[in-house]
């Protein structure tokens, strides 16, 4: 089984993200960047599908092929995954921050080409929050999709799904081939080891550009303004119950 797993390159999740002074966009400039949390989550997973571990029967997975559309630089995040234990990378080069729709559009190129059996991916990426690319992407493919995995059991051509829902826990079924974004539960990511940061050197990681697919990747959208959110002011103590209704009143509040 062939499983394709699209990552992301984003700014790292410890660091506070800065708005240009323009307010055209966020700051990239000499910022710590690092793959996408959740996409980090899929590639775990998609390892642990060929080793074998955790419920996994070992050789689920036989070939592990990490996407990434992005700036040159995003080959890092996709040596990251290699080291983790995917097979080969693809980077298709792309000066700017592409919109879901055009993302989703390039990744069924590759898929066409590809022919995974499963397509798993993070539920969104932390630096648009758009929680779209895997639902569109399975739209165009015309794939069942599960969203949300928070465990993952691929057995008898099917991928069973088990995801949190507001009542609970929901456990979907659906035929592979299929689109399958993850959650945070689903895994703990591991740490690459030297030996396999060493190795992943030497994986392949094929180079394109987004023109090679003639995918239509016209921007929809337009951003107004990028602000940063207004800043909280501080608490006020009452000293009982009746200051803290006067102090109610006083705002508006009853």
């Keep these: 089984m062939k499983v394709l797993v ?30 996408n949390p959740f996409d980090e ?12 571990k955790e419920h996994h029967a070992a050789g689920t997975a036989d070939e592990i092929v990490v996407v990434s559309i992005g ?10 995954a290699l080291a983790m234990g995917a097979d080969r990378g693809l980077l298709i080069q792309s ?21 995974p059996d499963l397509i798993l991916m993070g539920k969104q990426s ?14 165009l493919l015309d794939w069942p ?3 949300f995995a928070g465990k993952l059991v691929i057995e008898g051509g099917k991928a069973t799904v ?34 396999n940061i060493m190795k992943a050197k030497k994986k392949e990681i094929a180079m394109k550009a987004v023109a090679d697919y ?23 103590k009452v000293t009982d119950a009746a200051d803290l209704v006067a102090k109610l009143k006083t705002a508006g509040v009853l």
């Design 6 to 35: 699209p990552v992301k390159r984003v700014i790292d999740y410890n660091v506070k993200a800065r708005v240009k002074a323009d307010q055209t966009g966020v700051d990239l400039a000499n910022v710590k960047m690092s793959m």
């Design 41 to 52: 989550i899929a590639v775990e997973e998609a390892v642990r599908l060929k080793e074998g």
């Design 71 to 80: 700036v040159q630089q995003a080959q890092e995040t996709i040596r990251t």
């Design 95 to 115: 000066d700017t921050d592409l919109e879901p729709l055009a993302v989703a559009k390039l990744l069924k190129a590759v898929v066409d080409e590809e022919k």
């Design 126 to 139: 932390i630096d648009g929050d758009n929680n779209a690319v895997g639902q569109m992407l399975a739209a």
């Design 145 to 147: 999709q599960a969203t």
């Design 162 to 195: 088990t995801r949190e829902v507001d009542g609970g826990l929901q456990t979907l079924a659906a035929t592979l081939p299929a689109v399958v974004t993850v959650d945070l539960r689903l895994n703990t990511p591991r740490y690459a080891s030297l030996p």
């Design 214 to 236: 003639g995918v239509d990747t016209a921007p929809r959208l337009t951003v107004q303004k990028v602000t940063e959110p207004p800043k909280r002011s501080a608490g006020v």
